[in-house]
């Protein structure tokens, strides 16, 4: 496989572990009782974030990886809308087609 490609799908990869993350950090903090492993879960997810990044930067630059990690707020908002049941506006929905399309054109040019 091309190096900048498994660059690209670390980086998206690694993204999904962000949205995980700060899924489970919500759900920390509207639970009492069961907050700390939710809190330990989204410390999890952020380890295992930050180790697929590192291994994404072998292949991009930070600039196109930093890009790229944009996509981070379009899989917040799905988990959010998906899992917890949040409204999103119109406005976030179009925010969120800006940021896929700005990240496609990145990694279509990385």
Known sequence: MNPVLSGVLLVALSTLFDGGSQICMKKGAA????????????????????VIYTFALRHLSVGIAFAISGLSFVVVTILARWILGERVSLARWVGVVLIVTGASMVAAYA
């Open 31 to 50: 639970r009492v009782r069961t907050s700390a492993l939710w809190v330990a879960g989204a410390v999890a997810f952020s380890i295992v974030e930050a």
